[in-house]
């Protein structure tokens, strides 16, 4: 995961925190938006990020997280069994690969 540094916004009257990075496994990499309380990702670690939104800017898709978004630390993706049949399409691996 490659982390850029922290900026303030205004957003609809509410002063917040965000940092933008970039989220990669072996296959391809996306910008993921952090807000607020979502900024303690550390590098080469592997997490499990759930109920983030999937939004696009100027035709690039990113991922954003919301108020409902979890980030935990997980075991390293080469020892984690890949989804099933019925998980896929409903989870999202990658590697932080830089902070």
């Known amino acids: 995961m490659s982390v850029g540094q922290k900026s303030t916004l205004k ?3 509410k002063t917040l925190q965000k940092v933008d990075a970039i989220i990669a496994d072996q296959t391809a990499s996306i910008k993921l938006v952090l807000w607020e309380n979502n900024f303690t990702l550390v590098e080469n670690k592997t997490y ?3 109920d983030v939104t999937v939004r696009t800017f100027s035709d690039t898709k990113y ?3 919301t108020k409902y978004s979890t980030i935990y630390q997980i075991d390293d993706m080469e020892k984690t069994a890949p989804p099933t049949a ?3 399409g409903k989870r999202i691996t990658g590697k932080v690969v830089a902070v």
Do not use: D, H
Request: aromatic letters at 8%.
């Open 11 to 13: 957003v609809r009257g």
């Open 48 to 50: 499990a990020i759930k």
């Open 63 to 65: 991922l954003t997280t």
């Open 86 to 88: 019925q998980q896929y």
